[in-house]
């Protein structure tokens, strides 16, 4: 009796012991199961994976190898464009190649090739969030928002009952019941400007398409309000009119409701003029400290050459490793799963994240180097390979990635600080002392390689990152204050209080105030009794100054409330968040506000 031949020949030309893919042209070892290996597209067979394969065959083939029967039949063709396919295996092409789709190749569509599978699958399932997104232009940032991740648990939970709101029922009932929620929690929020007062946020930003926008949001220990928005064509527009509109938002709320302006970026600073401050003493004007952090860091990045060079070298070695998907699952496989981190173009910040994930993998990263895998998909004519492979294995580099973190870490941990939630005014001149300290004892131990950076830190400390009041504010902070770290007649301190009082405490008020500080001052025991002391080092303590960090506004307020009571100790503060990464390095948005301080 003769063997009926397996359909899978269709796909592919018998050379006897070897076989050519009909899709991509591909000449392999093997017989008819590694054939269907091949065009199954699953990973960890053992062959290149077929990147132009038709889903009705990719489907076909993902079933024989998986040993279930399937009927013979091809269906029509989605024409949406199939996702890149990494590339694995020993197969005869160059695995070297950038992943790529095939311009030939059909779509894959996802939802039939799920129902064909008829068994969950999160690689396809991931490809249907893909397309979602790309199809309905949803940013990808959005994949991370606390919202988004809860809905899709909600809708897991559920089961697979649930059927999605029509879209009256979206924009007739639960729409508005949003609304009438958020305008419970604002209208909650401005009452209390009247007993806490709020400090204003100017955020000018550019879309990139249609002009300028300038955003106002009010922030105060209830929680914080989108106000505003106002388009300008130009930074003209935006010089002219920032001021005026300023002045109209603070005459809206109440100019009494108002503690201070915070404003992101030098020619938003610089267009509230003093108009607002000469018609409103009381209230007084700051830069976003996170901002100025992360322009510091920059300068950093652009005139130290020694850190410049440590951090293009690495920021070479992650973009080689995450170009080519062998590479990058070679990579995963010798760090189990760890990945590099790739910095954002305009947030200085992620190239000192960077470096530090280099560290956790630095054996893991030597070793792939040096390994009869890297050499064999390595294409030895490549010259960015060899430097890749250079930098890893050269000890000057490793040296100069260490370095690195030893001498920022201080300043990072000040833009920890700023960046995470609650009030930091109180904290944030004392961080500010101590990066001066280490930078100094840098510059003095090696002037020659550390002057420039300390320049550079001095210039963007007094004037863009601190304001007399945060000298104030640590002078009121009760735990810095007893212990003896700032003193009244501290020449900052001093200035700083000389200023609250001339532009914060009511004439009528003064007396009172001046007793107050003496009784302060002088540590009196009707304040720092033994009970007081105890708490002060576990309350949070309420500053004069109660600048807010909260920018989640109604979704964070209630864990924002309760943390915000503690006292912050620099060296327990977490992590930066991760970048959002969209693929080529931009992954967040230029002139967006981050916080206060």
């Known amino acids: 009796m003769v063997r009926r031949k397996d359909p ?18 591909k000449n392999y070892p093997g017989g008819i199961a590694r054939v269907k290996s091949h065009l199954s597209r699953q990973p960890g067979r053992d062959i290149a994976i077929c990147a132009c394969v038709p889903e009705d065959v990719q489907a076909l083939a993902l079933h024989a190898v998986r040993g279930k029967e399937f009927p013979y039949k091809k269906r029509k063709t989605a024409k949406l464009a199939i996702y890149s396919a990494s590339i694995e295996g020993n197969g005869a092409e160059s695995s070297f190649s950038p ?33 979602a997104f790309i199809m309905n232009n949803i940013s990808i940032g959005v994949v991370q928002s606390p919202s988004f991740i809860a809905m899709v648990k909600a809708i897991s939970e559920f089961g697979i009952d649930y059927k999605l709101p029509n879209y009256t029922t979206l924009c007739t009932k639960l729409v508005q019941d949003a609304r009438r929620d ?72 109440g100019p009494e409701n108002v503690v201070q302006v915070v404003v992101n970026g030098a020619y938003d600073y610089d267009c509230v003029d003093n108009s607002t401050t000469e018609r409103y003493p009381h209230i007084y004007r700051t830069r976003c400290v996170s901002h100025a952090i992360q322009l510091l860091l920059e300068d950093i990045y652009k005139e130290v050459e020694w ?17 080519y998907t062998t590479v990058s699952k070679l990579l995963r496989g010798f760090t189990g799963e760890k990945e590099l981190k790739r910095p954002c173009k305009t947030k200085f910040s992620s190239y000192f994240d960077m470096v530090q994930s280099f560290l956790d993998v630095e054996v893991n990263l030597q070793l792939m180097v040096a390994s009869r895998d890297w050499r064999d998909i390595i294409d030895n004519e490549n010259t960015t390979a060899e430097k890749v492979a250079e930098i890893i294995q050269s000890a ?29 005014a109180g904290y944030l001149y004392e961080a500010m002392e101590k990066v001066t300290v280490e930078f100094e004892q840098n510059r003095n131990s090696d002037p020659m390689k550390y002057s420039k950076l300390v320049k550079l830190f ?5 004037g863009h990152i601190l304001h007399k009041i945060h000298a104030a504010a640590a002078f009121l902070n009760p735990s810095f204050m ?28 003064m007396d009172d105030f001046a007793a107050e500080l003496l009784l302060y001052n002088g540590k009196s025991q009707r304040l720092f009794n033994t009970l007081s002391v105890l708490m002060m080092k576990k309350a949070h303590p309420k500053d004069l100054i109660y600048t807010r960090l909260n920018t989640k506004m109604m979704v964070d307020y209630t864990d924002f409330e309760i943390q915000d009571t503690y006292a912050v100790t620099i060296a327990k503060l977490g992590k930066l968040p991760d970048d959002i990464d969209i693929g080529d390095g931009e992954f967040c948005k230029e002139g967006s506000i981050d916080n206060v301080a």
């Open 8 to 25: 899978f020949w269709d796909y592919a030309e018998d050379l006897k012991g070897r076989f050519i893919c009909r899709y991509c042209n």
């Open 99 to 131: 992943s790529t789709s095939c311009p030939d190749s059909a779509g894959l569509h996802q939802t039939s090739l799920l129902q064909v599978c008829g068994k969950k699958d999160k690689e396809l399932v991931d490809r249907m969030v893909a397309q």
């Open 182 to 253: 958020v305008d419970e929690y604002v209208s909650t929020v401005k009452q209390s400007w009247s007993l806490t007062g709020c400090s204003l946020m100017l955020d000018v930003w550019d879309d990139m398409q249609d002009g300028f926008f300038t955003n106002v949001v009010a922030y105060s220990p209830k929680g914080s309000v989108f106000l505003k928005s106002f388009k300008r064509l130009g930074i003209s527009e935006i010089e002219v009119y920032s001021g005026d509109i300023l002045l109209s938002v603070i005459d809206d709320i």
């Open 307 to 323: 850190i410049h060079s440590i951090f293009d070298e690495a920021k070479l070695v992650v973009d080689f490793m995450y170009t």
């Open 396 to 424: 000057t580099f490793w040296n100069g990635v260490k370095e690195v973190i030893f001498v920022l870490d201080p300043l990072i941990e000040v833009l920890h600080l700023v960046d995470g939630r609650g009030s930091t």
């Open 458 to 462: 001095e210039l963007k400390r007094d």
């Open 482 to 509: 007893y212990d003896g770290k700032f003193k009244y007649e501290q020449t900052d301190v001093k200035d700083g209080m000389n200023y609250v009082v001339e532009r914060m405490v009511h004439p009528s008020e």
